[in-house]
């Protein structure tokens, strides 16, 4: 099931093609396919395998355009190209042959923050639970008014006080 979906997604995506890239709104819808990806761990490797399918400037403009719509930890163009040579390798080397000493390196994982002020969710994801949680941090998750709640980006602005919003914003940046 999990397979037809991935084929529906990677066909939608063929269909809307390239040009797309000129239209913000299309670009969403495709940043959106992406990150709706029924497979979290494999998100990186899909959107790798779509500049894939750009050449030359074309992949520099698709990787920026679609970079900041993506909610989970987009590795540099330069580790992309790397995985796209990787999986060409793989694709030509012949049965039998030992696999390459580097695995997959950009396994996911995904936490939900769920806000106690509004409800809202939200998906993060890293390479590991606590850079998942540090991506949250960057959009402005944190914690609520009371002790042991979360609140989201929006409901925090909102609820503090501009000085102790500040305050915290500094103590993230200087660790
Ligand atoms: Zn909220």
Redesign the pocket.
Known sequence: MIQDEKRRLENELTVMGLPGLDDPALVQVMADIVNGYPMPGERVGFFCELLNECEGARRREMYEAMRPRLFFAVPSLAACEDMIAAKAERMIRPRGMPAPLKEEPFETRAVDMV??????TERFEGLTTATARLEAHKAGWGRGLEAGTV??????LETMPVKVYGESFTKRMHG
């Open positions: 806000c106690d002020a509004c409800a809202k609140f989201c980006a929006s409901c925090r």
